[in-house]
């Protein structure tokens, strides 16, 4: 990446990528043919989000080296960064005298509806955490504020949330995550385990939907309330 287009803030902060950085041009990758006409630009590569997330890794085998710790992976945009994640600290373990005894737990977070975020949201698959009593928690995903409520309430060791991506947005009060991958403009991005209505998890790269992308995918919340009263009906 270009130094015009993005500077490093620290351990903590992460990899800012400035409001002005236009992406790379989708000709220089490999990407799945389907999404043709969907995409704008390549935001951040498969390859520099694998050695950020190798660096995050080493960062919290310093911090926690000496803790057995539960990984929480919010499904099902925080997946693939969980797994890559979890792989590199597994590695790390396996050639250092620190190693950190691991278990991951899967819990799932929706509340999207095309590319807005919605107030209704649920959590499913943590109905019951108390094998976090007196453990060290890292959270890896997203909307992490309601499920750092109700994980609390199970009376960790300690918290702490690994990000990999943090968006700018205007009067968010929301606190950074311990571990953040790459500070981003407020654009809608997918790719990497992230999608816009289940559609684009299959990239490798982090990427710009493009408008033609957002009406070809997009969900109208009439269909959406059909669906549920189907899935009503047949339960």
Same mark, same amino acid.
């Given at each position: 990446?270009?130094?015009?287009?993005?500077? +490093?803030?620290?351990?903590?902060?992460?990899?800012v990528i400035n409001d002005g950085w236009p992406g790379y041009s989708?000709?220089?990758?490999?990407?799945?043919?389907h999404y043709s006409g969907d995409l704008d630009c390549v935001f951040?590569?498969?390859?520099?989000?694998?050695?950020?997330?190798?660096?995050?890794?080493?960062? =919290?085998?310093?911090?926690?080296?000496? %803790?057995?710790?539960?990984?929480?992976? $919010?499904?099902?945009?925080?997946?693939?960064?969980?797994?890559?994640?979890?792989?590199?600290?597994?590695?790390?373990?396996?050639?250092?005298?620190?190693? =950190?005894?691991?278990?991951?737990?899967?819990?799932?977070?929706? +509340?999207?509806?095309?590319?807005?975020?919605?107030?209704?949201? %649920?959590?499913? !698959?943590? *109905?019951?955490?108390?094998?976090?009593?007196?453990?060290? =928690? @890292?959270?890896?995903?997203?909307t992490m504020e309601t499920l750092l409520k109700h994980v609390e309430?199970?009376?960790?060791?300690?918290?702490?949330? &690994?990000?990999?991506?943090?968006?700018?947005?205007?009067?968010?009060?929301?606190?950074?995550?311990?571990? @953040?991958?790459?500070?981003?403009?407020?654009?809608?991005? $997918?790719?990497? &385990?992230?999608?816009?209505? *289940?559609?684009?998890?299959?990239?490798?790269?982090?990427?710009?939907? +493009?408008?033609?992308?957002?009406?070809?995918?997009?969900?109208?919340?009439? !269909?959406?309330?059909?669906? &549920?009263?189907?899935?009503?009906?047949?339960?």
């Amino acid at each position: 990446m270009e130094d015009a287009a993005v500077q +490093s803030e620290g351990r903590s902060g992460g990899i800012v990528i400035n409001d002005g950085w236009p992406g790379y041009s989708l000709d220089l990758f490999s990407y799945p043919a389907h999404y043709s006409g969907d995409l704008d630009c390549v935001f951040i590569p498969h390859g520099v989000i694998t050695d950020r997330t190798e660096r995050l890794a080493r960062n =919290i085998m310093d911090d926690l080296g000496d %803790h057995d710790i539960v990984v929480l992976c $919010v499904l099902k945009g925080g997946y693939q960064f969980c797994v890559d994640l979890v792989d590199r600290i597994k590695a790390l373990s396996r050639n250092s005298n620190r190693t =950190i005894p691991m278990r991951v737990h899967f819990i799932r977070l929706k +509340s999207y509806l095309n590319d807005q975020s919605t107030e209704d949201l %649920h959590i499913l !698959g943590a *109905e019951d955490l108390s094998f976090l009593a007196g453990k060290a =928690i @890292v959270g890896t995903g997203k909307t992490m504020e309601t499920l750092l409520k109700h994980v609390e309430a199970f009376r960790p060791k300690m918290i702490k949330v &690994a990000g990999l991506l943090v968006k700018r947005v205007p009067h968010n009060t929301a606190c950074l995550p311990d571990y @953040v991958g790459f500070e981003i403009p407020d654009r809608f991005v $997918v790719g990497y &385990a992230l999608d816009y209505n *289940e559609y684009f998890r299959d990239l490798d790269h982090i990427c710009v939907i +493009s408008e033609n992308g957002k009406m070809k995918y997009k969900i109208e919340k009439e !269909g959406l309330q059909k669906e &549920a009263n189907v899935i009503q009906q047949k339960a």
